[in-house]
């Protein structure tokens, strides 16, 4: 049981190349979120997939898309990277609303992160 | 947004309990309080969630007072294990029925001394 897991661990993207992010989770969790954390700081909702089939804006969604591919794979994806998009991203899941984990419905499992650098 | 606001930074003795303190006075009234730890180059990790009253666990307490603007973790006789980056954010319904979004603040950072 891996839980959740990221690919690549690291990248480094010129200005205006594109990628995707890659993360799947075991836990059999219908739903999944795409964050990013810069230096010193909190981390910031991206996107969000509530289930399969699904997928919502979360706080800062511009420059990226995702794809939820199906139960287990939500993807990230930098079409034009940019130096702003420089950071940590992290993968994660959770059972959804009404169907809670042993901590509590609020209770969302990370993944190691992967860490973007933009030149 | 339902962002949180925390100490920055905190020192403590191994042994000793930590009460790490956290302000949310956007919480709405569905919202509920959640506490993360975050070790360096790893993702954060789950620690308890409540929504008023006191909750406890087999790690922590975590106090939340009437109103709801305010919260605290506290964290029993603390080793240097313990040493991390602490986050309090606002678990908010996404959908009607699914997803549980967490909106973070910047952390406090815990520092455990023998």
Redesign the interface.
């Known amino acids: 049981n891996a839980g ?1 897991t990221q690919t690549p661990k690291f990248q480094v993207l010129k200005t205006g190349q594109s990628m995707t992010l890659q993360c799947a989770q075991d836990m059999n969790h ?2 999944m ?1 795409w ?1 990013r954390q810069d230096p ?6 991206i996107y ?4 399969e089939g ?1 997928t ?1 804006k ?2 800062v969604p511009n420059g990226y898309n995702v794809s939820r591919l199906n139960k287990r794979e939500f993807s990230l994806r930098l079409e034009s990277a940019a130096p702003s998009q420089t950071s940590v991203y ?1 993968c ?1 899941s ?1 059972e ?3 169907l809670t984990g042993t ?11 992967t860490r973007l650098t933009v030149t | 947004l339902a962002k949180t606001t925390q100490p920055i930074s905190m020192d403590s003795y191994e042994g000793q309990e930590v009460n790490i303190t956290c302000s949310h006075n956007n919480i709405a009234t569905n919202d509920y309080i959640t506490w993360y730890q975050q070790f360096p180059s790893q993702g954060p990790r789950f620690i308890i969630q409540g929504y008023k009253t006191k909750v406890t666990n087999e790690v922590a307490s975590l106090f939340i007072p009437a109103d709801r603007k305010s919260s605290t973790l506290s964290l029993p006789r603390v080793s240097l294990s313990d040493t991390a980056v602490y986050y309090c954010p606002v678990g908010r319904r996404g959908r009607e029925t699914g997803a549980n979004n967490l909106f973070f603040g910047t952390g406090t950072r815990l520092t455990v001394i023998p």
């Open positions: 959740v219908n739903s979120y964050y010193g700081m909190g981390l910031r909702l969000y997939s509530a289930s699904t919502d979360g706080e992290f994660a959770s959804a609303w009404g901590g509590g419905a609020y209770e969302q499992y990370f993944g190691p992160g």
